[in-house]
């Protein structure tokens, strides 16, 4: 296959969200081994809460449609989310679900069937997993391949200062193992 395009977003639209940086890290990961990555900002995408009373009247909204295009264009998805509650935060899950609702005539999951999820968390605690389990359970319903290991960045104020790579080796070496992964697993599917 020619290059893996890998898209990579968070579930923060937080400006200054540590999961959007943990995310980039990963995107760096990924690119070092010749993927094509696109971070997305969903900040960029806002959409409306799903209301299907919305969507009969108003149709798909142009943010979501072009989201959901670009999860489509790509192999798989780097997604970095914060646990908001002990679950997946209600921005990620709230374009999950608008990702999944028919729009033209192509198949209703397309936009996740047969992709392949690198997922991990970012929280200035310990907490964060909790969220992951959710995500891997929602992902795996829609057909998407969802790597076994994920990563957790606790206490990540003081591992994430902007930049595109993590001090401490032992967490850098776990995202360049999830980005090993995401990588070798598309590979392998295309
Ligand atoms: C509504 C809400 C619920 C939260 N619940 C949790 C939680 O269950 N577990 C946790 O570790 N952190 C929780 N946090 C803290 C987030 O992990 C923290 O705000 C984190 O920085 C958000 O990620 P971001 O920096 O990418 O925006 C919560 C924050 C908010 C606003």
């Not at 290059?3 to 995107?27: C, E, H, M, T, W």
């Not at 005539?105 to 968390?121: P, T, W, Y």
């Not at 999830?178 to 697993?185: D, G, H, M, N, P």
């Amino acid at each position: 296959m020619s290059n893996p395009k890998v898209l990579a977003f968070a579930g923060s639209i937080r400006r200054d969200s540590y999961n959007k940086q943990l995310v980039n890290v990963a995107k760096n990961s990924v690119e070092k081994l010749g993927a094509e990555v696109t971070f997305a900002d969903l900040h960029d995408f806002q959409m409306p809460l799903y209301c299907d009373d919305l969507y009969k009247k108003d149709g798909m909204p142009e943010n979501a449609i072009a989201f959901k295009k670009l999860m489509k264009s790509h192999n798989g998805f780097l997604i970095a989310s914060p646990e908001y509650n002990g679950s997946l935060t209600g921005i990620l899950k709230n374009t999950i679900d608008w990702a999944t609702i028919n729009y033209e005539d192509e198949e209703r999951l397309a936009c996740f069937n047969g992709k392949v999820a690198g997922i991990m968390c970012a929280a200035p605690g310990v907490g964060g997993s909790h969220g992951l389990h959710h995500l891997r359970a929602v992902l795996s319903r829609l057909g998407t391949f969802v790597l076994p290991k994920h990563v957790c960045v606790t206490n990540c104020h003081a591992h994430l200062q902007g930049e595109n790579s993590i001090a401490d080796e032992k967490i850098q070496h776990q995202i360049d193992d999830l980005a090993a992964e995401t990588v070798r697993v598309i590979r392998g599917l295309h």
